[in-house]
């Protein structure tokens, strides 16, 4: 008799979504991919093809009726995710239709066909974009600055609530940025200036910010999905080392065989200079601290990032030097 669980993961073809079914197979899973059409489903490795569906849109009208039939656990992925320079008229709308009336449908629909499990992976934006006295937890206070967090923090409510009326098995985990190979947006800018070995203004910074490795996130996706002391649990994930903007750099120079060339400009200046640009945001995402405090997951759960920070920078350097001088 075949005991093996099947594990729907939504976004399947994505940065994280790629490295979840990697690590649920290797776990045991029967992995049942979840991506939006034709173009992400050629995006997936070859042996995850047969069991993929294509589902189109995720909102609130999606059609689940005939891909979650069997599955035991869904670990929902898929989301609106933040973008600098929304171009949406009604950008929290647009987050809303996706994030919450999205995720809430999938979670009814799962409830529908017996699904016991659900991990949903939320965002350190929940609880906002910078911390100045302690790390958040899963207690800290609810207060999202941006569309993209207000729609998580949303969506978390709403499935918190339908989880326990519906008694499926709800997980939320809020990671800070994730990184990995393959990563793109603002981490594959910083990585492609420390590669052309230009000199950066972050020498005198001495801020703190969080990461998660992409295998250290779907590790976590994996533990939780299946440990029954994981149900109606939030958790904060990340890879439990914190560090400066200037340290970053010099990981990643480090991977990739080169020095990092990091200037003394004091913040003042730097937050100047994003004044007279435009670009505060920016420049505060560079030079304030983001921490999470992960002890509950590690106490509840003996849950221990299988990559350990420092390395898993090394390693996105030396990738990132592959990936740009092949051979």
């Known amino acids: 008799m075949n005991d093996q669980k099947i594990m729907a993961i939504t ?90 009336a999205g995720s809430l449908h999938l979670a009814r629909a799962a409830a529908r066909q017996n699904v016991k499990r659900m991990v949903f992976v939320s965002s350190v934006k929940v609880n906002g974009e910078e911390t100045l006295f302690s790390a958040f937890n899963e207690h800290s206070p609810v207060n999202p600055q941006d569309p993209y967090g207000q729609s998580k923090a949303e969506a978390e409510m709403a499935l918190r609530q339908f989880s326990q ?52 996130l779907a590790d976590a996706c994996v533990v939780v999905a299946s440990h029954p002391g994981a149900c109606y649990k939030t958790y904060m994930v990340s890879d439990g080392e914190d560090f400066s903007i200037g340290e970053m750099i010099a990981l990643l120079a480090e991977g990739m065989g080169k020095k990092a060339i990091l200037l003394p400009v004091p913040t003042c200046m730097l937050d100047f200079m994003g004044k007279i640009t435009g670009k505060s945001a920016q420049v505060q995402r560079l030079t304030s601290s983001l921490q999470i405090d992960n002890r509950a997951i590690r106490h509840d759960l003996h849950w221990l990032p299988p990559v350990e920070a420092r390395d898993g920078l090394r390693r996105v350097g030396a990738w990132f030097a592959r990936s740009r001088n092949p051979g």
């Open 165 to 216: 009326e519906s008694g499926l098995g709800l997980t939320i985990l809020r990671p800070p940025l994730v990184y990995g190979p393959g990563v793109k947006a603002n981490f594959a800018a910083l990585a492609k200036l420390t590669l052309r070995g230009i000199p950066m203004p972050f020498g005198a910074i001495r801020n703190h910010r969080s990461l998660i490795h992409v295998d250290n």
């Open 11 to 100: 976004g399947a073809n994505g940065f994280v979504g790629q490295a979840v079914c990697k690590a649920a197979l290797a776990d045991g899973f029967i992995v049942r991919p979840m991506v939006r059409n034709e173009a992400a489903m050629a995006q997936l490795p070859a042996e995850l093809v047969a069991n993929a569906r294509q589902v189109g849109d995720i909102n609130g009208d999606t059609d689940w009726a005939d891909h979650l039939h069997g599955v035991d656990c869904v670990v929902h992925l898929a989301a609106r995710v933040h973008v600098m320079n929304d171009a949406a008229s009604d950008p929290l709308a647009a987050f809303r239709a996706v994030n919450v």
